[in-house]
């Protein structure tokens, strides 16, 4: 069945640090990919997707580029604010038409 | 423009207790869906409809019910509380997606459940 692999554990970095975030999936044909965010306290918001191989997706300064040969959609932002701590899912949405989520992955940003 | 509301945002019960998650969406989309998350599981799907009449069980059905009577709304039942239903609920919707579309899912703000 489909499913997504994110990179264990929380991620801590100062503020204007590099973050990534990889994430790799399992899917039969040829999914649909994204990655939600889920502020403290709220339900998850989409913050990016890709559709087809070679495809990058991008919003709010972050990046993520759909790799067919290598089954991955890391998640990149140049330069964090402490505003971007949150916990960040990626997910797919494969023939079946459901959503698969990896687990998550809590980012904190300190100034 | 509500989006996806889902009501009460709390909730304790006790073990053996019924209640019911209310979820209801404004946006007329064919699909809704029902997850919980748990620390370190992400988000688990425990029935989904894809219209008026049609529902189905997904990864964690097992405790839950739901109908889907009207288009806007998609209630879950908890029919005898347990401790192990302590999780956040998530209820979901979108258009009917297909693999390509890249369909977006909007999700409620959650409700916190409890069960002591």
């Known amino acids: ?111 | 423009n509500a989006g996806v509301t889902q009501t009460p945002k709390f909730q304790v019960l006790k073990t053996g207790q019924s209640m019911t998650l209310q979820c209801a969406q404004d946006m007329n989309h064919e699909y809704m869906s029902w997850y919980r998350q748990d620390p370190g599981m992400g988000l688990r799907l425990i029935h989904y409809s894809v219209g008026a009449g049609i529902t189905d069980q997904g990864e964690v059905p097992n405790g839950y019910n739901v109908s889907r009577s009207t288009t806007e709304d998609f209630p879950l039942r908890l029919l005898s509380a347990a401790p192990s239903q302590t999780s956040v609920y998530f209820c979901a919707s979108s258009y009917a997606p297909g693999p390509r579309a890249g369909t977006e899912a909007f999700f409620g703000q959650g409700t916190r459940l409890t069960v002591v």
């Open chain 1, 1 to 111: 069945g489909n499913s997504v692999t994110q990179m264990e554990g929380p991620v801590t970095l100062s503020e204007e640090a590099f973050l990534t975030i990889n994430c790799t999936y399992t899917a039969t044909g040829y999914p649909s990919l994204f990655w939600y965010v889920q502020y403290p306290g709220e339900g998850l918001q989409l913050l990016l997707k890709a559709t087809k191989a070679d495809d990058k997706g991008s919003n709010k300064g972050f990046e993520a580029t759909y790799r067919k040969e290598t089954t991955s959609f890391h998640l990149e932002k140049g330069s964090v604010q402490v505003s971007d701590s949150a916990v960040y899912f990626c997910a797919l949405r494969g023939g079946n038409n459901r959503l698969a989520f990896g687990k998550g992955n809590q980012v904190v940003v300190i100034p």
